[in-house]
């Protein structure tokens, strides 16, 4: 029995979940870094565990999944010792947590990953500035799916209840992506803040950890992508 | 004990694979329609209902619940006799349909969805054709969903093997909706084309009946949007 393999690269917010949440459960795990930014996600070697060029994936004895939410319920069926708050057996209040898992998509992870990748990733690839009216567009999409945190998900302590969830680990590290081009979510949202600073707490000190790369860049270059002049020819 | 309430629009793809499903396993059920073209969806009684103004929702004697894919596998725990093949509870297999279940949200539903909005729904909204950009940049993300499809997910008769499970419901679904802005997925696409016959006739039908609005609108509008001249004043 070979130890559950986690291909990741902690700059994706769904590979940071996974790592927070393979921490405080205690599964234990072999990591394997795949760099984005080196684009190690387009090898042979990685295409052959995910076609699809995305991580986080996990081999678990030789058994390959990829999406983060899928690998998630997996593993809290799956692992033992894993806490019934992560994401709880009783039918209703797992249909809750899956509820925030399935609105999550097109909420924070479009939204967030959406501006983050138009202001910061795209623009250090190709060294252009993006437009105006792409970064308007982008820009509502996550201020909408923010404010739907505030306003609509944050009824108690946590997503679903008064116990933290893998929701609440998947929100979080949503909400950490726009930081990197700039916008922090926390800013006049102070249910948000406190939320985020509770995830931190109850998680750590895997929630710094798994963040450790993303705060250093945005401390570095203060969420603007670091340009370089490109070279011709 | 009162009857499972489903609130929906035919227009939108997760209710119609909310009301194929139900009808294939025999749910009983009360239909309430929220038509989304009147804006009914904002209304205050059914902002009661759901604050994000989204169809599909359940409640079911009391129990609220929102998002197509939560809802199902709700379904599925929570009922009788729903057959094992619609969400296996082997637990490599059910994760192999999570899988589907969570990539398909910014594959085909982000794909499909956002050119049947871009194309129909905001210039029939506004009275403006869109702008070629947008234009492009979301048919480029819809044939990518697409080609994924073809190239990836469909290894076997259905999506995740080869019996039918909700994954396939709510693919073909989605794969319907962008011929109402002119967009056939099956042009081009053997495996696909095939795959959709399949499902339809697997759960025909309901299939039929769950398309009949959006069948309607392609044969009368072939595929563009009614627009009517905006009335000054």
Chains 1, 2 share one sequence.
């Not at 042979?44 to 995305?54: A, D, M, R, T």
């Not at 709880?88 to 990953?113: F, I, M, N």
């Not at 308007?136 to 108690?156: F, G, P």
């Not at 249910?191 to 963040?211: G, I, Q």
């Amino acid at each position: 029995m070979s130890k559950l393999k986690l291909y990741l690269d902690t700059l994706s917010q769904p590979c940071r979940s996974l790592l927070i949440f393979l921490e405080n459960t205690k599964i234990p795990y072999e990591p394997i870094v795949v760099r984005l930014g080196k684009g190690e996600q387009n090898s042979p070697e990685f295409l052959k565990v995910n076609p699809l060029h995305q991580v986080p994936v996990i081999d678990d004895n030789g058994f390959i999944l990829r999406e983060s939410v899928a690998i998630l319920r997996y593993l809290c069926r799956e692992k033992k010792n894993v806490a019934d708050h992560w994401y709880p057996k009783d039918s209703r209040k797992q249909a809750k947590v899956d509820e925030y898992l399935e609105w999550q998509h097109l909420g924070t992870r479009l939204g967030c990953g959406l501006y983050f990748r138009t202001l910061w990733l795209e623009p250090l690839a190709t060294g252009k500035t993006p437009e105006i009216r792409d970064i308007q567009r982008c820009k509502t999409q996550m201020v909408t799916a923010c404010d739907s945190i505030e306003n609509h998900w944050l009824k108690n302590k946590y997503i679903c209840g008064d116990e933290i969830s893998i929701a609440d680990i998947l929100a979080a590290s949503e909400l950490e992506q726009p930081r990197l081009a700039g916008y922090d979510p926390r800013d006049g949202r102070p249910k948000l803040t406190e939320f985020m600073a509770r995830v931190r707490e109850a998680t750590n000190p895997s929630y710094d950890e798994a963040h450790k790369i993303i705060n250093t860049i945005v401390d570095k270059y203060k969420g603007q992508p670091p340009l370089k002049e490109k070279k011709s020819g």
